[in-house]
T-cell receptor, first 115, second 113 residues
Framework: EAGVAQSPRYKIIEKRQSVAFWCNPI?????LYWYQQILGQGPKLLIQ????????DSQLPKDRFSAERLKGVDSTLKIQPAKLEDSAVYLCASSFQTGGLGTQYFGPGTRLLVL | DQQVKQNSPSLSVQEGRISILNCDYTNSMFDYFLWYKKYPAEGPTFLIS?????DKNEDGRFTVFLNKSAKHLSLHIVPSQPGDSAVYFC????????????FGTGTRLKVLA
């Protein structure tokens, strides 16, 4: 079974630029998550999708971050414009169960450095 | 407000001995707890979980203990192996409409050969 795929693996941009990350979850997984992990901290949930609907985006900085999950499969997370404090690893995870309860399978992450 | 805390950023243990990783939480509404292991340049991988209706769950060399009154859980690895060297995150969740996971800051375990 293929795991969660993410691209790119690394990205370096200057502040005020925009950036997009892509995630392909495990086939058949209804729930998809985006997390932000700042160095020295645990992953923090940004947004949770169930199929193609948003179920939780309470910690997403909506003035600069956006995410979509078209057709309930792939997802993209965008930052526009980026700030220095957005430097982090962005993790995508998926889960088979709906409602969020269940094992989350994580991708390798995208490491973002904002200069 | 850090609702899930892992107060030990690092731990070193000799191979073959027991590793004990600790996690404290503040929200009494949490009812499901998980441990994840993370190797460098990889995403976290699920290790073991426990529901609040239990106080112990075992899976091979890994055992998680939950003390609800103390709001404390621990992960025991016996015997520890060099391949267990990784960062371990505990996570807690509650069914607030949809389960939402809060992660601790992680403990880096180094198992010495």
């Amino acid at each position: 079974e293929a795991g969660v795929a993410q691209s790119p693996r690394y990205k370096i941009i200057e502040k005020r630029q925009s950036v997009a990350f892509w995630c392909n979850p495990i086939s058949g997984h209804a729930t998809l998550y985006w997390y932000q992990q700042i160095l020295g901290q645990g992953p923090k949930l940004l947004i949770q999708f169930q199929n193609n609907g948003v179920v939780d985006d309470s910690q997403l900085p909506k003035d600069r971050f956006s995410a979509e999950r078209l057709k309930g499969v792939d997802s993209t997370l965008k930052i526009q414009p980026a700030k220095l404090e957005d430097s982090a690893v962005y993790l995508c995870a998926s889960s088979f169960q709906t409602g969020g309860l269940g094992t989350q399978y994580f991708g390798p992450g995208t490491r973002l450095l904002v200069l | 407000d850090q609702q899930v805390k892992q107060n030990s950023p690092s731990l070193s243990v000799q191979e073959g001995r027991i590793s004990i990783l600790n996690c404290d939480y503040t929200n009494s509404m949490f009812d499901y707890f998980l441990w994840y292991k993370k190797y460098p340049a990889e995403g976290p991988t699920f290790l073991i979980s426990i529901s609040s209706i239990k106080d112990k769950n075992e899976d091979g060399r890994f055992t998680v203990f939950l003390n609800k009154s103390a709001k404390h859980l621990s992960l025991h690895i016996v015997p520890s192996q060099p391949g267990d060297s990784a960062v371990y995150f505990c996570a807690a969740s509650w069914a607030s409409g949809t389960y939402k996971y809060i992660f601790g800051t992680g403990t880096r375990l180094k198992v010495l050969a």
